[in-house]
C-alpha cells in the first residue's frame, strides 16, 4: 500500500527538518505504516519526502530487502557496529551508526513521532542531530484517513469479527438455564454437560477469529457486576437475568487491520431497568450514526450521545467528571493498524473526515445493574457513514 | 507477585533521584512488572523504594484500584485535567497534571526506561522536572532474574507450547507424500483431502495454544528456502524431502509470561547435508546446555556454539560479521514477559545468574539447502542448568 504522506512533507517542509525517524518494532503502528516492514524488535526508519530508507540488523536485513517498502536498506554491520560496540558499548555505537547513516542520507535534523525512545533521542541530540517529536500527531492523522484497500482490510476483519459473535451467541442460545446449580447455589447457564463460563466462551470467540485468520487481543465476555466495569474481561460463571456483554476486537494477521464490536445478551428475563438501559443505549448509538458526516465534530457526535443518556436522567462524564455510574467512557475511537486510534468521538474530538473509520460504542454502568453496551464500527463517507458492521442487535438471547 | 527491586533503589539512590518513571500500556513489560496493573491504552506509574503510584484515567481508576500492586492511585480529574485540556490541550495538559501528581509526591528527579516517551519527558523537562533515562537497564535486569512463581509460569507456558509442538508433529506425521501433486507438478504433502499448507500447520498450533490457555505472537513454520531466513514465518505447500522449522513462543494469556521453542522435521528422506547441519546443531545444542551455569557469561557460551560450527567448517557471524549463510543470529535471549529480554547469549551477552530464563537456540541457513535450528528453553540453577523443556528432538518425522 503507498499511503498519502504529503501532510507529513508539508510538516517536514514547514519545520525545516529533513526527515521523520522512527525507532520501533513493528507492534508499533507508525512504524509499520511507513516502513511497511514487520520486524519483532525495534529497528530504525527514515521517512524523507524522496526516500525512505531502514536501518536493520543482520537477521533482519534480507527479509527488509524484500518486504518492506523502503527505496533502500542499511544494516548495522555497514557502519562497523560490532567494534563500536566492542568499544563503547551497544547503546552509544547505535547512536554513532544511526548518525552517519542519517548523515550519510543528507539529514541534519528529524522530526519523531511523540512517543519516539528517550535515550536515543538524547544521544542523537548529543551527536548535534536535530530530534524534534512532532506533537500535531502529523502520521497519526494521515493513518486516520484510510484508503479504499485499508477499509476493505478492517470490513474482512469485522467479517471474520461477525462470525466469532456469532459463535458466543451460539453458545449463549444453546446454553440451558440451571436453577441453584452454580458451587454457591446460585442460578447459573450450562452448556455441554458443565457450567458456561467466561472463559469458554471466550475460548470458541477466539478459536473461531484464529480459523478466519484473525489473531485477537483480550476479548470481553462480562456479566453481571463485571459488565459494570467496561474494561473487566470478565471470569467465571454466566448466570440467567443477567447482562453479558461481548466486546471482540481482532486483528487481520495477513493484514494487521483490527476490527471492534460489542453486543450485549440477556439469557432469561432482564430487568425493567436493564431493558430501559438497553433501549437508551440503542437509541443513543442510532443518534450517533444519524449524526456522522464529514465535517462535524467527534466531540459534537459525543454530545449527541450525552444528550441522549442526561435527557433520560443518567450521569455522564460531560455532567460529572468523577462519576464512577452511567455512561463513564467516550462514544468512539478510531480503528486500524491500531485497535484505538483516530480519530476520537470524545470532549476533544476534531472534525470527521471521508476515510475515517470510528466505532460508536455508548453503555451505561453500575454495579447494582450490570452494564449495557452495544458497538459497531463504521466509516465516513463522502456525505455521511456506511456501518460496516451487519450484526443484529437484541437483547434477549 | 513482589519483585525484589532493590537494584533499582540502589540505583537511585546513586543517581540522587526520588523515583523512576514509566508512561506505557501494560504491554510493556517494565510497566506490567512494576504497576501489576493490565491496561490497553498507557498510563503512568511512579516507582519509589517508599511506594509506588499509579495516575490513571476514570476509566481504569475503579479496576487499577483492586487489581495494581501500587500503594496509591490517583486520576487525572483529580488534577483538573479536563479544563487544563480545554486551554492548553491534552498533551501540554498531561504534562502539567504528572507534574502536580510528582509534586504531591514529593518527586523532583526522575529516572525512567531508556524508551520512556520523547515528547512527554521534553514537557516535563520544561517543567523543571529531572528526567534522565537510565541506560544500565536496571529494570531489565531485574526481571531477568525470576522469582521461582516466574519460573512455574514459564515452564506452563512450555508445557502448553509442547502441546502445541505434538500437534504440528501430528499433522506432519499422519500426512501423506504425494509426488507431483502440488499445483506446479511438485511434490507437496497431504492431510485431510487438501495440501497441507504452513498455514494449515499454524493454524492446528494455534488454536491448540489458545485451548491451553496461551495467547500467541506469530507462529513460524517454515519449509525450504523459507527456513533459510530465520525470521520467515513460511507459507504455501509443505514438502516432503525438505526441512520444516518450527518455532512457537506463546504468552500466557493469564500470567503474561512466554515460552519459546523450535524443532526441525523433514517428512521423507533428507539429504545428507541436512543430516550432518542437524547432528552439528545437535552437538551446539549439548554443548551450550552443558556451559551454562552461573557466573558463565552468554558471550562465552555463543563463543562455544560458534567453536561447534566453524571447526566443521561453516560460516558464523564471528567468522564473517557480514554472512548470510551458516549460523547467522545470536545463541540465546532471555524470556519472561517479552519473548526477548535479557540475558543474551551472544558477543556481548554478560555474566549468566540463578533464576536467568534463556533460550539455546543454534542453527543454520543456506537458501541451497534449507534451515535447521533446535531450541530449547533452560533456567540457570545455583550450579548450573535445568531445561525447561521436554520435547524430543530428532529431524524425521
Redesign the interface.
Known sequence: MDPDLSPLDEYLDEADLDGYLVDADS?DSTQRYLSGF????PFVTLYAPETTALLVS??????ANRQSRADQVSRL?EYDY?SL?AEHG??AAKARVVADWLDDLGVAGVA?P?????????RLRARDVA?E?E?EDVVTEVRARKTSEEIEHVRAAQRANEAAMDAAAELLREAEIADGAGADGTDVLRYGGDVLTSERVR?EI??TL??HGC????TIVACGADAA????RGSGPLRPDEPIIVDIFPRS?ETKYHADMTRTFVKGDPTDTLREWFELTHEALDAAHEAIEPGVTGAAVHDIVCDVYEDAGLPT?RSD??S?TGF??STGHGVGLD??ELPRLS??GDELRPGHVVTVEPGLYDPDVGGVRIEDLVVVTEDGSENLTEQPIELRI
Chains 1, 2 share one sequence.
Open positions: 507492534s514487520d520486524a519483532p524488535d543482520a537477521l533482519e536485513y534480507g527479509r554491520a560490532r560496540a551497544p547503546k519523531t511523540e512517543r519516539f525512545p528517550l535515550g536515543p533521542a538524547d530530534v517529536p506533537t475460548e477466539e478459536v484464529l480459523r489473531a485477537l487481543d483480550e466495569d467496561p474494561h473487566d494477521k462524564l467528571p468523577k464512577e463513564i467512557h485497535v484505538h470532549p476533544d
